[in-house]
């Protein structure tokens, strides 16, 4: 099989990649651009033309990596999940895709929540919180505010569909996509009842037709050939969406497995084999790329970008081993120096709804120092974690996402967690996911164990007891500080 490629596509919030990966899992070329974000107050959003050409330059330039004589055997597409992306009845958008980290429908959320038998039984249907980004939520906010733009919707579909749909003329959704606020878990099917307490039943025919992830969903087609490069004819899988992929990708395949994606925002995935859905819970149920199983979803709305902050702020050199050399120095604890990583502009999500919420240092004295600060931003996001995970149990963690690339980091997550952490030998573990599906799709493996029997084992990182009981500590405090300033952020 030498010079046989699978192809994975991410296309993330910040980020467009295109990785070709041999059947071992093995990351061989990789593109990647910037994804054109267009932000201005409350609004995040993208236009869909524009990814499209991206995402197609993106898989144009990995191909040119190849040698003579290689082949791709399959691809598949994962992207950032729900916002709003609706297209006409021409396949054409109707204007540009909402993100999942939009705030505008803020007031409608508070609304919602406030009416508690509709939240309570949207909760139930869906097994996840609203939140302003949701889907779902979008629809109701673009039928009251801009009918004449909803009016023209024909089809409704997440960021990888659309990218999918470019590719194969088809159109069609996932169901890990769709799990988020447009099915009832119990069932696995869309949710008119969902649609009728949203007052948005007339839009239910926007969604289409759902696959699995690792589902056949067409081929390329001799338009995106002449755009992409990828060989007419490539099978295509359905794809899922990134959170979904990137466990698949980094291993947590099996019930109590836990991944945490370090990225544009801290994603903590717990996998389970049964339906779990809990009261007071800003965790959100939704399905795995894997049937069969389901992932509990803590989403925060910034991880990486305390770092980036805390980085840009004391003008370091992004050379992070240089700087982390040094923050291995300073003691577990940050001598009680306690960040809360809540930097959005959205304010928080998860493990709580609060979109005043914001960052800040507690416990700063005469002695505190930039070096100081920053290993406790470091922490903060660990605490973050450890949060997002408390009564779920988790028995091990994956890390994934750029910041998995941080040995350092990892060592800090696992003593507040308590847990052992695995870090993969591969970078691009959402693209691995898309690849493992697109082998699935192309019959390259026979399902998802075969695929995973394929890949090479991660690193493991155990945790330390002594620091193990600092972070306990430590921890007790950040939830007190947390709860004291709640009301001051609500207000």
């Known amino acids: 099989m030498a010079n046989k490629y699978l192809l994975g596509i991410d296309v993330g919030t910040t980020r467009i990649k295109a990785v070709l990966f041999n059947i071992h899992g093995r990351q061989v070329f990789s593109s990647s651009r910037d994804t054109r974000l267009i ?70 959320v508070t609304e919602l929540e406030n009416n508690s038998p509709i939240s309570e039984s949207i909760f139930k249907i869906t097994g996840s919180p609203l939140f302003p980004g949701a889907t779902s939520v979008l629809l109701r906010w673009l039928k009251d505010n801009k009918p004449e733009q909803i009016a023209k919707a024909h089809n409704l579909m997440f960021c990888k569909d659309w990218i999918r749909y470019k590719l194969t003329n088809l159109i069609s959704t996932d169901t890990t996509d769709a799990s988020t606020s447009l099915l009832n878990l119990e069932t696995g099917t869309t949710s008119v009842e969902l649609f009728d307490h949203l007052k948005i039943k ?16 067409g081929t390329v087609t001799k338009f995106s050939t002449n755009i992409t490069g990828l060989p007419i004819g490539t099978p295509i899988a359905c794809g899922a969406f990134d959170v979904a992929a990137t466990a698949l990708g980094c291993g947590a395949i099996k019930d109590g497995d836990a991944c945490v994606i370090l990225g544009t925002s801290g994603c903590s995935v717990v996998v389970s084999d049964i339906l779990k859905k809990g009261p ?7 399905m795995h790329a894997v049937p069969e199983l389901f992932i509990k979803v803590s989403a925060t709305m910034a991880a990486t970008p305390n770092i980036d902050w805390v980085y840009d702020l004391f003008n370091y050199d992004k050379n992070f081993n240089n700087i982390e050399a040094e923050l291995g120095k300073i003691p577990a604890g940050s001598y009680g120096l306690i960040y809360h990583p809540y930097i959005s502009l959205s304010g928080e999500r998860a493990p709580f709804y609060s979109p005043g919420a914001s960052a800040q240092f507690s416990g700063i004295n005469e002695k505190t120092t930039p070096l100081t600060m920053t290993r406790a931003v470091y922490e903060g996001v660990a ?41 993969s030998t591969e970078t691009e573990l959402c ?9 699935i799709a ?10 995973i029997n394929h890949i090479n084992k991660p690193r493991r990182i155990d945790p330390e007891p002594d620091q193990v009981a600092i972070y306990d500590e430590l921890f007790n405090k950040y939830v007190q500080i947390q709860k004291k300033m709640m009301s001051v952020w609500n207000s």
């Not at 390259?444 to 075969?450: E, F, K, R, S």
Request: glycine share 10%; with cysteine; proline share 5%.
């Open 39 to 108: 932000k201005r107050g409350s609004c995040s959003e993208v236009d869909m033309d524009e990814l499209w050409e991206d995402v197609a330059e993106t898989i144009k330039s990995v191909i040119l990596k190849m040698g003579p004589g290689s082949k791709i055997l399959a691809a598949a597409v994962s992207g950032q999940g729900e916002g709003l992306w609706l297209i006409d009845k021409d396949g054409k958008p109707i204007g540009r895709a909402i993100l999942w980290n939009d705030s505008r429908a803020e007031s409608l």
């Open 202 to 217: 007339n839009l239910f025919p926007l969604i289409p037709k759902l696959f699995t992830p690792s589902e056949y969903s």
């Open 280 to 286: 007071n819970d800003r965790s959100g149920m939704e």
């Open 383 to 423: 605490l973050s974690i450890k949060d997002c995970l408390k009564n779920q149990d988790p028995e091990r963690i994956f890390l994934a996402g750029g910041g998995a690339r941080s040995l350092f980091w990892a060592k800090i997550i696992s003593n507040c967690t308590n847990l052992p952490v695995f870090i």
């Open 431 to 439: 693209a691995r996911g898309s690849a493992l599906m697109a082998g």
């Open 442 to 451: 192309g019959e390259i493996y026979v399902d998802i164990d075969h695929a």
